[in-house]
């Protein structure tokens, strides 16, 4: 064992801690404009323990779908039980919602709660 | 961290301390006794090589197996099943058979009751019959563990959603439930009610009696942008202050990583099914693929030893190559 491979280690592992206290960070997602003349496809890929994109908008009545293309089951729980929440989706399932009243709804993994997002339904 | 280098004497980056992280973090199969510092180290398989007096010196000796993920067939590990069953063949093996087997967690990968049957199958297979178990997120995914709880609780008077604590051979353990009735941003969680529960359990306990606390997501901050931590924990510890011996065995992150913060050892496991990337080394924690000759060296379980007057546990890890 190499004492630069400790150093690394080391310096890794301190960055880690470093950033530990910032751990509880704001959620600011940006607000993308979706306008489209097509027929949308409101699709949210779960990769990498993350929703991409985090915050979507869509248009009330207009579907919302995710997809789990990470090797961990994830789940799609709204944070105040706004809508019904999706089982846990192994690698490539997915789970499709009908977006309700305009309003902000946030949502997270329950099986990974760092792992955060929001739909903005707009009329 | 100062927890980390403290004494750096030789300008070189490193100290003791730092270097026997390392060392644990490499999880080489050492063995460890713990007083405030490491005092000894040697490999499982010398032990049982050598005829060590070790095993029969000790007044308690059980072993720790952990995520497990039956059901898991992706490229990091195509039959976990398999390893599973090289995980029971290596305990049946040992020279003196542990006591009992503690799992902390991840028994399947989606919960399924097909995936949960298939370990109950391949574990019939182990010498030692004795488990005691606690959810990983896992075991807990769709119905909020009560499928786990009616198969593993059954020989253990457990409260809440899963929690409790029995005594052997003059040791306390307590195994804790943190991966239920998770919040949005957050971390794994204990709770109040399982909070409120553990200061009562320890109050009446000698500060002199050996602790083992186990749980699925580590009781420390191993790497919270992860997930690998749980945010009360600080509060559990804090009940477990004045006892003179801790360890807290956990799995969850399948890697060996150790630390010791004053009279409190703690551990995680490697995993049977596959392993996971070293804290902040990709973009995500998840199964991590290996060249095929190496998977065997990156999992493993953990073996505990007690010996009475000892005031700290020998902790062995070793992997399944």
Redesign the interface.
Known sequence: MTTLTHKNKITALLCGITLLNLSFFAIAGEMKDTDTTTAKQNRIEIKDFAFNPQTITVKSGEKVTWINRDEEPHTVVSVEKQFKKSSALDTDQEFTITAGAPGTYNYFCSVHPKMTGTIVVEK | ?SD??SHDHEH???DRR??L???A??GTGLLWTVSGGVLASKTLAQIAKAGDSLPSATDLSFLQISDSHIG?S???NKDVTETFRIALDRINAMPTPPAFLIHTGDIT???KPEEFDTFDEVLKSCRTKDVFYVPG??DV??DGGKLYRERYLKSVEAKGSGWYSFNKNGVHFIGLVNVLD??????GQLGDDQLDWLEEDVKGLGADTPIVVFAHIPLW?V?????WGTSDSERALGYLKRFGSVTVLNGHIHQVLQKVEGNVTFHTAMSTAFPQP????A?????MKVPAEKLHSMLGLTSVQYKQGKSALAVVDSNLS
Do not use: R, V
């Not at chain 2, 998770?182 to 971390?187: D, R, Y």
């Not at chain 2, 973009?283 to 199964?287: C, V």
């Open positions: 961290m980390y280098i070189d980056g490193i730092g270097f992280q390392c060392m973090w490499a898991f992706k490229e990091a990968q989606l919960s997120e896992h995914l769709n998770l919040q949005a941003g957050g971390l901050a790497y919270p942008q992860w997930g070293a804290p902040g080394t973009a995500a924690p998840g199964p």
